[in-house]
């Protein structure tokens, strides 16, 4: 059975904090991504990566950073975080072939005070 | 850019069907997809559709895609109060990146 992971599912930080989310999947996908999902906004995909020390930016990149070092982990890194960036942060990775369909983890519910 | 579009509430009664819309701007799209979010979970794919299909059977799921119009459906026959979740509608354009809609709430009611 296919399987993504992620390191919490609830978190609370405080804005400064430096916040580290991690990833992982058993299935050796060479693409990750990261998502945020708000209320009435959908999914927006922050970061992806398509092999190892490999990133490109989604569609807000900006306050986060990305790590890929190993092929199955792919951590997301919130450098100084702040209360706009409470939400749910959705990891998912996928083959860069066939159906391109996306494998998800159970989400990270964090929330910035 | 590509853009996904979808109602944002669905209400149905138990046993009745469901039918969730969904359209899209890219002619390209190669695979259109439906995942299912239950709540507090991740997205779960419940099927695709590649582009040249239109229409895809998969027990209680029926897919249907109008390529000539962009428009994608999803229908659940005797929906239960199990099947209430969000539904998302995704299109990907021959990348392994997809556009995601906005989702649409499905509420089941005895």
């Known amino acids: 059975d296919v399987k993504v992971t992620q390191s919490s599912r609830y978190l609370v930080k405080r804005t400064g904090e430096k916040v580290f989310l991690e990833c992982v999947q058993d299935m050796d996908h060479e693409n990750m991504f990261w998502y945020r999902q708000d209320p009435g906004l959908g999914l927006r995909l922050i970061y992806f990566s398509y092999d190892v020390k490999m990133k490109e930016k989604g569609d807000i990149p900006e306050g986060y950073s990305v790590s890929r070092e190993k092929k199955e982990r792919f951590s997301l890194i919130l450098e100084s975080a702040s209360t706009n960036q409470t939400s749910m942060y959705l990891c998912?990775?996928?083959?860069?072939?066939?159906?391109?369909?996306?494998?998800f983890g159970p989400g990270t519910r964090l929330t910035v005070t | 850019g590509e853009d996904v579009e979808q109602s944002l509430f669905l209400s149905v009664r138990e046993g009745d069907s469901s039918v969730i819309n969904c359209t899209y701007t890219d002619s390209s799209s190669t695979y259109l997809y439906w995942y299912k979010q239950e709540p507090g979970a991740g997205l779960q794919l419940l099927t695709y559709i590649f582009s040249n299909m239109d229409m895809k059977q998969d027990q209680r799921l029926t897919v249907l895609l109008n390529k000539k119009d962009k428009h994608l459906s999803l229908r659940i026959a005797d929906t239960q109060t199990g099947d209430s979740a969000i539904y998302f509608c995704a299109e990907s354009g021959g990348s392994y990146i997809p556009t995601f809609g906005r989702g649409t709430s499905l509420i089941v009611h005895p």
């Open positions: 998912a990775s996928s083959l860069p072939q066939g159906a391109y369909e996306q494998y």
